[in-house]
């Protein structure tokens, strides 16, 4: 069992950055590809980006590509979305991800999930 808990998010006026973290407890991060997705208002949850369990191989949507970064600390288990150059278009609730298959899952191989974080970019 592994529990998820975001952090970090908020309103940024549209050019700015915000970090967002997870911490996870349980069986530790290097068993899982940890990734993060996010869900704006009457859409669906949509990948954002992952992170492989072992040689922490990256992958990102191209929506966001060359603006997010994703990163991990396995001995703090825990995993980082490092986010630039906002855009109202990313607002969403943005949710961790931990899934033992694949390295870029859809939503219904994720394993685990956080339970959300708000990020709300203003014009």
């Known amino acids: 069992q592994v529990s998820l808990v975001e952090s970090g998010g908020g309103l940024v006026q549209a050019g700015g950055s915000l970090r967002l973290s997870c911490a996870g407890s349980?069986?530790?991060?290097?068993?899982?590809?940890m990734g993060w997705f996010r869900q704006a208002p009457g859409k669906e949850r949509e990948f954002v980006a992952s992170i492989s369990r072992t040689v922490a191989r990256t992958n990102y949507a191209g929506s966001v590509e060359g603006r997010f970064t994703i990163s991990r600390d396995s001995a703090k288990n825990t995993v980082y979305l490092q986010m630039t150059s906002l855009k109202p278009e990313d607002t969403a609730v943005y949710y961790c991800a931990a899934n033992s298959v694949v390295e870029v899952p859809n939503t219904r191989q994720v394993n685990y999930w956080g339970q959300g974080t708000q990020v709300t970019v203003s014009s």
């Open positions: 349980g069986r530790t991060f290097s068993y899982y590809h």
